[in-house]
């Protein structure tokens, strides 16, 4: 059950950084699911620790979880469009 809902919430938070960093034209649902869980990773070792919080892949849902992995969903997708493009954008 607990992964049925981390792919859920990966998918929007994916979706939703899809959408700020402009590239969800580009990309499908499953595509901004990896997005959204791999940027909760990310966030989970990079941003996490510095504003304190439980990492969104051990199940807790919290405001600064959610927001760390949003943000580690937007830096993944600045970083790969700066290998794609050249730019952030």
């Known amino acids: 059950m607990n992964l ?3 792919l859920i919430v990966g998918g929007i ?3 939703l950084a899809s959408i700020v960093m402009r590239t969800d034209g580009q990309q499908g649902i499953f595509l901004n699911v ?3 869980i791999v940027g909760a990773f990310l966030a989970g070792f990079v941003i996490t620790p510095l504003i304190g919080g439980a990492l969104i ?3 807790n849902f919290d405001l600064r979880s959610l927001v760390a992995s949003f943000l580690g969903a937007v830096v993944l997708l600045a970083i790969v469009n700066m290998f794609r493009r050249g730019s952030v954008r």
Do not use: A, K, M, Q
Request: no cysteine.
């Open 34 to 36: 990896i997005v959204g």
């Open 13 to 15: 938070l994916g979706w």
């Open 57 to 59: 892949t051990s199940g």
């Open 4 to 6: 049925i809902i981390i």
